[in-house]
């Protein structure tokens, strides 16, 4: 199983990034898909999850902001983030919970500007 991240990149503060990932490989069931990152120096943080029971949960500093979402056919999730801070420049990490494991993409950076 692999996860695949795409979406980041450089923009100005109040902008907007769409963050994909797509998971492949042989997958019979994901019980959750979410968003992680990482600013330098500081912990990896939960951003947004996805689960199959429950409604979507966000990092406080995100809510409003982030909307995370899925498209179940792609074995996909994406995350929407609208009004960016500089604040939330970091390293953002797909994960996924596949056929019982626990999965992380490669990573990828989402710088905001001031």
């Known amino acids: 199983v692999q996860l695949v991240e795409s979406g980041g990149g450089l923009v100005q503060a109040g902008g907007s990034l769409r963050l994909s990932c797509a998971a492949s490989?042989?997958?019979?069931?994901?019980?959750?898909m979410g968003w992680y990152r990482q600013a330098p120096g500081k912990q990896r943080e939960l951003v947004a999850l996805?689960?199959?029971?429950?409604?979507?949960n966000y990092a406080d500093s995100v809510k409003g902001r982030f909307t995370i979402s899925r498209d179940n056919a792609k074995n996909t999730v994406y995350l929407q983030m609208n009004s960016l801070k500089p604040e939330d420049t970091a390293v953002y990490y797909c994960n996924a919970f596949i056929n019982g494991g626990n999965y992380w993409g490669q990573g990828t950076q989402v710088t905001v500007s001031s």
């Open positions: 996805s689960t199959r029971l429950r409604v979507p």
């Open positions: 490989g042989s997958i019979f069931s994901i019980s959750a």
